[in-house]
């Protein structure tokens, strides 16, 4: 095949891309940037759709943040690839800062106290849901007890608070991010035109040089 990679990535290169990629989040950001920019669609709707992408990264669902920005995108009546593109914006180097931002949020409109720092109980508690729930898995196949006290302190403290505090800061995102976006794409689309009929016209002009020499006497 043409297309088939030379080597097959080992799972740690497949680790290591997804948190540092190849060239760097900045070359990885341009290149979404570039993709967004190009989809065949009006500004109106690849906005919508990076609305709906942008709001999504502030939901503690992960493995689903396509679906549901993809979901939120035909609803809003958006771009669907648009929506998938922008939920990169939640990737290794924002995730905690953007939870820490809602779970804060979180805990002030829920009126929960919270005597400990959450950057760092955060990855703990996520390890330790995760733990629980693979051991609670494999007692189906070795009949141990299930406990499920881990993930109640973990929705209690972390899921619930970050799926409500995530609204706000999340709206506030997206909003922001639409109203960004919409003249930027309304922008590059109009030089693209404008690029494209010049060389639509350069190359018509080569294709008929006769028909642009002054008619003789």
């Known amino acids: 095949m043409v297309f088939k990679r030379r080597e097959k990535r080992t799972l740690w290169q497949i680790f ?13 950001f341009h290149y979404v940037r570039h993709r967004v920019y190009r989809l065949p669609d009006s500004p109106e709707k690849i906005a919508r759709g990076i609305m709906a992408g942008l709001f999504t990264t502030f939901t503690p669902l992960y493995g689903l943040h396509f679906f549901i920005a993809a979901g939120l995108a035909f609803i809003m009546r958006g771009n669907i690839l648009a929506s998938i ?7 290794p180097l924002t995730y905690v800062p953007i939870a820490v931002i809602a779970m804060k949020t979180g805990y002030f409109l829920l009126d929960i106290e919270h005597g400990h720092r959450l950057d760092k109980s955060l990855v ?3 390890f330790d849901a995760g733990d629980e ?6 007692v189906i196949f070795t009949g141990g007890t299930a406990d499920w006290s881990r993930l109640a302190v973990f929705y209690h403290e972390v899921f619930f608070p970050y799926l409500v505090g995530g609204i706000l800061p999340g709206l506030v995102l997206s909003i922001v991010g639409y109203y960004v976006t919409l003249p930027l794409i309304r922008a590059y689309q109009k030089r693209r035109r404008g690029a494209l009929a010049a060389r639509l016209a350069s190359l018509k002009k080569r294709k008929h040089p006769k028909d642009q020499e002054p008619a003789g006497d």
Do not use: C, I
Not at 18 to 25: A, R, T
Not at 133 to 138: D, I, S
């Open 16 to 28: 290591k891309d997804l948190v540092w990629p190849k060239g760097g989040w900045t070359r990885a």
């Open 124 to 126: 703990h508690k996520f």
């Open 133 to 138: 729930l693979l051991h609670n898995a494999m």
């Open 85 to 91: 593109l922008a939920t990169f914006f939640g990737n």
